[in-house]
């Protein structure tokens, strides 16, 4: 079975940082894509960024030049470095992963338990 796990979230004030991360354990689970999504209270689900397997990444604009993902392929690790974080960016922060499970040649997305963000003073 493949699961994530999710780590990083709490509290911070206006102006701070973050990083979060999201591992990916499965015995014969290949990653491909990577990313982060976040909901705020009363909102969609919305993308924040995407990494592929050859490091190609994807911003939102609200969060462009203030956010870096990277990933570990040899962990099956995801990271959303958060950096100049707004009161806006408050949100549970759910990570995202598609790959393959090798043995059955099976397509796969899941999806991490959330993480929560506060940005606040």
Known sequence: ???LVESGGGLVQPGGSLRLSCAA????FRVN????????????????ATIATDGSRNY???VKGRFTISRDNVEN???LQMNSLKPEDTAVYYCNVRGV???AALYLERWGQGTL?????
């Open 1 to 3: 079975q493949v699961e």
């Open 25 to 28: 354990s499965g015995s014969t």
């Open 33 to 48: 894509s990577m990313g982060w999504y976040r909901q705020a209270s009363g909102k969609e689900r919305e993308l924040v």
């Open 60 to 62: 939102a604009d609200s």
């Open 77 to 79: 690790t995801v990271y």
């Open 101 to 103: 499970l090798v043995v």
């Open 117 to 121: 963000v506060t940005v606040s003073s």
